[in-house]
Every structure is written in structure tokens, then in C-alpha cells.
């Protein structure tokens, strides 16, 4: 019975093995946003991003500074003030936006003794972590946008 309820869970979409913190995802919806303007040479004001994404200003202010210190984005100020992007949109991985504003992992401490178990576990988590870094490496912000392009195409607006 215990394994039926868990290969239930574990099929739902609900379960999630890794988490997307609300850092990241605001942070990919703001660079995302600052993508889809990058060939323009257009910079977004804080509340331009904020009015498109669900983003609180006060939550994006913090996460576009660290973008900035990072040499992500770059900010201008005054009447074309705003921010752009510094590199282009395809060259720029999902893997580095999560690292930067996640920070590195540290690998733990094994100050056990190591059981054959213990052993087969970390092996097979270490086999899972690995493959989420392959797929969030293997994604650009220009991924995002073209599907996003492609969605809004498949899925038109109707206005009456």
C-alpha cells in the first residue's frame, strides 16, 4: 500500500525534488523580460519590468542589484534610464543565473563513517543533482524567449 501512495506522489505534478525558490524565479521572469528587449538596445525601468511580471518592485530592486554586481545587467540612469542586459540572451545559461543569486552550494561535511548504504544513497542523489545542473545549463534566456514567442503564437489573444 505505501508504495502505491508513493509512486502516486511522486507522478503528481505537485512533488517537486527540487525547489525554485522565489529569488529565482523572479529573477528569470525580470531577465527574461530584459531578453525580449535586448535587439531593441532598450533599457526597462523597475516598474516597466514590475507592470509585465508579478514581480514586487521592492523584491526586484534587491534582485536586479545583484544581477548588476554581478555583470549581468547593467544599469543607466536619467531620462533613458532603465535596465538592459550586458551580454546577449544566448549567452547567458539558467545554471548561472541560479548560481549567482543562490550562491555556490557547499558539498557536506561526511564526518560519518560511510556505510555501503550511506554510500549508495549520496551516489544516486549525487547522480540527481548532476543531471538538474546538465538541464539548467543546457537552457539560455534566448530558450525562454523563443518559447515564449512560440506559446503566445500557438495561443492567441481574441479581443472584443
Known amino acids: 500500500m505505501y508504495s502505491s501512495i508513493l509512486n502516486t506522489d511522486l507522478n503528481s505534478q505537485s512533488y517537486a525534488l527540487l525547489d525554485l525558490s522565489a529569488k529565482v524565479e523572479y529573477a528569470l521572469l525580470a531577465l527574461l523580460e530584459l531578453a525580449s528587449h535586448h535587439d ?3 533599457t526597462l525601468t523597475m516598474s516597466e519590468i514590475a507592470a509585465k511580471q508579478p514581480i514586487p518592485e521592492r523584491y526586484l530592486e534587491q534582485i536586479l542589484t545583484q544581477l548588476r554586481r554581478a555583470g549581468v545587467v547593467q544599469s543607466q540612469r536619467g531620462s533613458k534610464g532603465g535596465f538592459l542586459l550586458v551580454r546577449e540572451p544566448w549567452q547567458i545559461t539558467l545554471l548561472e543565473i541560479v548560481t549567482l543569486v543562490e550562491g555556490e552550494r557547499k558539498e557536506k561535511e561526511n564526518s560519518e563513517t560511510a556505510t555501503i548504504e550511506k554510500t549508495l544513497v549520496l551516489e544516486i542523489w549525487e547522480q540527481a543533482n548532476i543531471a538538474s545542473i546538465e538541464v539548467l545549463r543546457s537552457y539560455t534566456l534566448q530558450d ?12 492567441p489573444m481574441y479581443y472584443i
Open 40 to 42: 531593441k538596445k532598450v
Open 144 to 155: 525562454l524567449c523563443q518559447e515564449r514567442e512560440t506559446r503566445a503564437q500557438n495561443s
